[in-house]
Each structure stands twice: as structure tokens, then as C-alpha cells.
């Protein structure tokens, strides 16, 4: 299976962008989804994630209220939309996927349950 990324740019800040990861050689029906991010010099860090069937979805605290994360099984996409961009919201966005997922996932906010990882697609945000 092969995520790709896309949807990132440049925007300013209060701006709103929307990034899909489509998922291809594989159905994520069956996979916890998850977005996380790495700004340059810092580590990697959990945006967001979703199971399954649409829930168990759980934010980062940094985005609550801001970011709303969604999927489309039929379509193998997941969807982060943000709002409210802040300067601090810009790096390397991430999409992963976690084939071992029950319905009653809870996601490794650490990342290492998460097997596929998809090349990233850069957020920066002017202020």
C-alpha cells in the first residue's frame, strides 16, 4: 500500500487548508488513520487520528476546535481540514496508516503502531 499526501501550501495566517491522503494497492477500510506532522530541527508530532469506521477520532491538543479530521472508505482518503492556521501550525504533514487496528482502536499518539507512511506534504503559514 502507498499513501500520498497532498494538499499543503503556503497561506497566511487565520487561513484554512485542506489536506487528503489517498491510499492506493490497498483498502484503509480496515486501517486506524492517523496525521502527524514534523517541523524542521523539531520531532515528529500526532495531529490527529480516526478509526476504521469514522470514530474513535482524537485530536492533538495543540489543534483542537481547528482541525477536523474525516474519511472516506469508499473513496480510501482521508481528509484533515484545518482552520484557523497559525505560523506554529507549518511543517511536514504526514499520513499513516494502522493496519492492526480493532473497532475499538485507540491510536499510538507515539506513531510506531502506525505501519504506512505516506511522503508528507509541507504547511507553512505566514504570519
Known amino acids: 500500500v502507498q499513501l500520498q499526501a497532498s494538499g499543503g501550501g503556503l497561506v497566511q495566517a487565520g487561513g484554512s487548508l485542506r489536506l487528503s491522503c489517498r491510499a492506493s494497492?490497498?483498502?484503509?477500510?480496515?486501517?486506524?488513520m492517523g496525521w502527524f506532522r514534523q517541523a524542521p530541527g523539531k520531532e515528529r508530532e500526532f495531529v490527529a487520528a480516526?478509526?476504521?469506521?469514522?470514530?474513535?477520532?482524537q485530536y492533538a491538543d495543540s489543534v483542537k476546535g481547528r482541525f477536523t479530521i474525516s474519511r472516506d472508505n469508499a473513496k480510501n482518503t482521508v481528509t484533515l481540514q484545518m482552520n484557523g492556521l497559525k505560523p506554529e501550525d507549518t511543517a511536514v504533514y504526514l499520513c499513516?496508516?494502522?493496519?492492526?487496528?480493532?473497532?475499538?482502536?485507540?491510536?499510538?499518539?507515539?506513531?510506531?503502531?502506525?505501519?504506512?507512511w505516506g511522503q508528507g506534504t509541507q504547511v507553512t503559514v505566514s504570519s
Open positions: 499513516a496508516a494502522d493496519y492492526q487496528a480493532i473497532l475499538t482502536w485507540v491510536p499510538d499518539i507515539g506513531g510506531e503502531r502506525f505501519e504506512v
Open positions: 494497492g490497498r483498502t484503509i477500510s480496515r486501517a486506524g
Open positions: 480516526i478509526g476504521r469506521n469514522g470514530g474513535n477520532i
